[in-house]
């Protein structure tokens, strides 16, 4: 009999939720699955599995662009959602989620909440990324001998390369010298194997399973690593990753980093233009209520770790989808456009220079659709406003979370002609409403929080693919010509839809010169 009251009173229970989440919430207007309106954990349970981003992409060819997600949050896919809710001035903040990128226990420019602290943090540095500091002088130097060393690399390898390794390899090679200059910048490309292992906590499958639990339960995950003792024996045998976790390597060279620059002499310390100088221009010890060394380290680390992934993503995909037999007109273009290169267009060791790169219209195209179709960053970007709003028509009550995700954004038929496809001729075509595709690319974010990083990532783009594509011609090595490479993305592995079978941090091309 008790079980019987017990399964009665369950049922009671979500029949009343049910009813309240669909008839009596202030967004019981919004269309979606049911389901997803009585539960927040159905939509965890999809981030369990790998699938948020694919099905929320399914919920928008379902139900619309604005679908109720959870009983308070609600996805849209539309460029007048973009302008309400991260435009200039719209007021929606970050949430929760954001708590996970904090490093040793400091807010950075990433994960403050509030636009007023992001404003804040940003203004110390945005400068040093502007696109006139990118195309010309130390920086410009400095991507083209990063180039340098990755053509180096490939010659070396027989032309046979793995580029998801090698690649991170490039990255992390400009990013840690953009921002420590010789306090920490490391080596890969030159066969540094210590500065090579740091990639190694990036490669394991088990990060997505400790984002799971950082974001859906982050308090029972802190409790868990920080057991000690007998304890914490037993902590480790549930441990979503085993130690070290996600990034630990890389947070622990960027702490020393930050260290090595402090201890620094001040003639030392004159003598680097590294994102680091700017910001100790801002230390306590210069300015009253200034930085302390551990809100520099917290935000050069977050940097770094922004600026690791995210490009070399993007160079691996757009060289795996030129590689492949279907797209051989796209590579051949391509190529025509490079090797057209003038040679006063080319620094002392025969790499295209940054400035050059950036005018190539082709080159462009193709690192358009690479990121339309792979963007670094896909999943929902989750924002909330503490007062209530009206997007799309819809009244959004105070504290619900919405979101957009470029993955969605970009897939859409009407704006983007056969959207699974691979064609950066769509850039190109005078036919084509580039307007309007313009406004639905949305690979960088928009409005004051969207990627600082951009002009760096485009330059370190541009340059290399341009100096690959002026000497090699690349083919896939292996099933690669089938199989898709993937990447890990929070909890997700993200791969060409269009591929049957994936193989998740790997991808192996040929370079053959032409």
């Not at 702490?255 to 402090?262: D, E, I, P, R, V």
């Amino acid at each position: 009999m008790t079980w019987i009251l017990i399964a009665a009173f369950i049922v009671a229970f979500l029949v009343y939720q049910l009813s309240v989440s669909t008839s009596f919430s202030p967004l019981a207007r919004i269309p979606g699955p049911k389901t997803f309106a009585l539960t927040k954990f159905k939509l965890a349970y999809e981030d369990y599995k790998g699938t948020r981003t694919r099905k929320i992409n399914a919920l928008h060819h379902q139900y619309g662009p604005v679908v109720r997600i959870g009983p308070s949050e609600v996805t849209f896919n539309s460029t007048s959602a973009v302008r309400a809710i991260y435009g200039a001035g719209s007021g929606f903040e970050r949430t929760g989620f954001y708590h996970m990128f904090e490093v040793y226990g400091r807010k950075n420019m990433f994960s403050f909440a509030t636009t007023k602290q992001h404003g804040e943090r940003k203004k110390l540095f945005a400068h040093a990324y502007a696109k006139s500091a990118m195309l010309k002088g130390q920086n410009a130097q400095m991507v083209e001998q990063k180039v340098k060393l990755y053509m180096d690399l490939l010659e070396r390898d027989g032309g046979k390369s793995e580029i998801f390794s090698t690649l991170h390899y490039f990255s992390l090679d400009t990013i840690t010298e953009f921002l420590y200059g010789s306090f920490g910048k490391t080596a890969c490309l030159e066969g540094q194997r210590q500065d090579c292992a740091l990639i190694g906590d990036i490669i394991d499958i088990a990060r997505r399973k400790l984002s799971w639990y950082a974001v859906h339960f982050p308090h029972f995950t802190e409790w868990l690593y920080s057991r000690t003792g007998v304890t914490g024996c037993i902590a480790k045998r549930f441990y979503p990753m085993q130690m070290p976790t996600t990034y630990s390597g890389i947070r622990l060279h960027a702490l020393k980093a930050t260290q090595k620059y402090a201890s620094a002499s001040a003639s030392a310390k004159a003598s680097t233009s590294a994102l680091i100088s700017r910001l100790w221009s801002h230390h306590h010890s210069q300015k009253p209520n200034g930085l302390d060394d551990l809100d520099i380290a917290s935000e050069c680390a977050d940097h770094l770790l922004a600026g690791i992934d995210t490009t070399s993503d993007t160079l691996m995909f757009l060289i795996w989808a030129l590689s492949r037999p279907e797209n051989r007109q796209f590579q051949d273009k391509l190529i025509e456009e490079v090797c057209n290169i003038p040679e006063d267009s080319l620094d002392s060791n025969a790499i295209p220079k940054v400035e050059n790169s950036d005018k190539l219209s082709y080159l462009d195209a193709v690192i358009k659709e690479t990121l339309r179709l792979y963007a670094p960053l896909p999943g929902s970007e989750p924002r909330s406003l503490p007062t209530a709003t009206i997007i799309d028509g819809y009244t959004i009550p105070p504290g619900t979370v919405v979101s957009i995700s470029p993955y969605a954004l970009h897939r859409n038929p009407d704006v983007f002609k056969n959207p699974m496809k691979f064609n950066p001729d769509r850039w190109l075509d005078p036919c084509a409403n580039l307007a309007e595709m313009k406004k639905w690319f949305w690979a960088f974010s928009s409005g004051g929080r969207m990627c600082i990083g951009m002009h760096l990532a485009m330059a370190e783009m541009t340059t290399l693919v341009a100096a690959i594509y002026r000497k090699y011609r690349t083919t896939p090595m292996g099933d690669f010509d089938t199989v898709s490479p993937g990447i890990t993305g929070r909890y997700e592995v993200f791969y060409d839809d269009t591929c049957s079978r994936m193989r998740e941090h790997e991808c192996q091309i040929e370079f053959t010169p032409h």
